[in-house]
């Protein structure tokens, strides 16, 4: 059995893994285990606004809340934006989640084929962990989500988080994820230091999100498993 990591979405190859885990820490991934937790019936990612909003108009009125970010800024116009604190179960508990990121949702589409695709984030590092190995799928690709096609230091410590408890049954099957064990490892005692460093971090803290960093930077917080039961469509397991 063996586990690679791929930084971005556009460094992954042909092919298709037996489980795809995709990570966007700041903050996709984070607001997906979040907002699950808090109860909302399921997430489903879009590329584009455009799309978001047909089908969010295929819904009854009230049933979705229409999130979407561009440049760590909610857009105008919308209920929500990128933020894993505004998802509390008072505002998304029994809602359908319409959500558009930079980053997350083209990750998450660049691996939908497999045939299982989860979200990862420190939050519910520990249950995914778990699960992978309860199931010990042959092959698992994890997917950092980056930032506009680039290498993101927080996305590729998370996935040297997961093969740092994954290691122990997995064979590493690229430089890339002993790269980010060794990441991971360097940092895992201060999390949130690293996020504060990290070029999207500071982005973030431009836009007033230090608070979003402290939590993005919790590990085992949450028992949350997000999973793709339809294509973009991704529910608690």
Same mark, same amino acid.
């Given at each position: 059995?063996?586990?690679?990591?791929?930084?971005?979405?556009? /460094? $992954?190859?042909? !092919?298709?893994?037996?489980? +795809?885990?995709?990570?966007? *820490?700041?903050?996709?991934?984070?607001?997906?285990?979040?907002?699950?937790?808090?109860? =909302?019936?399921?997430?489903?990612?879009?590329?584009?606004?455009?799309?978001?909003?047909?089908? %969010?108009?295929?819904?009854?009125? %009230?049933?979705?809340?229409?999130?979407?970010?561009?440049?760590?800024?909610?857009?105008? !116009?919308?209920?929500? #934006?990128?933020?894993?604190?505004?998802?509390?179960?008072?505002?998304?508990?029994?809602?359908? *989640?319409?959500?558009?990121?930079?980053?997350?949702?083209?990750?998450?589409?660049?691996?939908?084929? +497999?045939?299982?695709?989860?979200? =990862? /984030?420190?939050?519910?590092?520990?249950? *995914?962990?778990?699960?992978?190995?309860?199931?010990?799928? @042959?092959? $698992?690709? *994890?997917? #950092?989500?980056?930032?506009?096609?680039?290498?993101?230091?927080?996305?590729?410590?998370?996935? %040297? +988080?997961?093969?740092?408890?994954?290691?122990?049954?997995?064979?590493? #099957?690229?430089?890339? /994820?002993?790269?980010?064990?060794?990441?991971?490892?360097?940092?895992?005692?201060?999390?949130?230091?690293?996020?504060?460093?990290?070029?999207?971090?500071?982005?973030?803290?431009?836009?007033?999100? /230090?608070?979003?960093?402290?939590?993005?930077?919790?590990?085992?917080?949450?028992?949350?498993?997000?999973?793709?039961? @339809?294509? #973009?469509?991704?529910?608690?397991?």
């Amino acid at each position: 059995m063996k586990l690679f990591v791929y930084h971005t979405p556009e /460094a $992954v190859p042909p !092919g298709t893994p037996d489980c +795809a885990i995709v990570v966007d *820490i700041l903050r996709a991934t984070t607001t997906i285990a979040t907002a699950l937790a808090a109860g =909302a019936e399921f997430v489903q990612v879009f590329a584009s606004l455009h799309d978001l909003d047909q089908v %969010g108009n295929s819904y009854p009125p %009230g049933y979705c809340l229409r999130a979407a970010e561009r440049g760590g800024k909610r857009v105008e !116009g919308y209920d929500l #934006g990128n933020s894993p604190l505004d998802y509390t179960p008072d505002r998304v508990k029994g809602k359908a *989640i319409l959500l558009s990121t930079t980053n997350g949702t083209r990750a998450l589409q660049r691996v939908s084929h +497999a045939p299982q695709v989860l979200t =990862a /984030a420190f939050v519910n590092l520990a249950v *995914i962990t778990e699960l992978v190995q309860q199931q010990q799928p @042959e092959t $698992v690709w *994890i997917v #950092g989500s980056g930032w506009e096609g680039n290498f993101s230091l927080e996305d590729t410590a998370c996935a %040297g +988080a997961v093969v740092d408890r994954l290691s122990d049954r997995y064979e590493l #099957g690229n430089d890339e /994820a002993v790269a980010a064990h060794a990441l991971y490892s360097q940092w895992r005692h201060d999390l949130e230091k690293m996020f504060q460093r990290a070029s999207h971090g500071q982005r973030l803290l431009r836009l007033n999100g /230090a608070a979003d960093l402290a939590y993005c930077a919790k590990c085992d917080l949450l028992r949350v498993v997000p999973c793709q039961k @339809e294509m #973009g469509v991704l529910r608690a397991l």
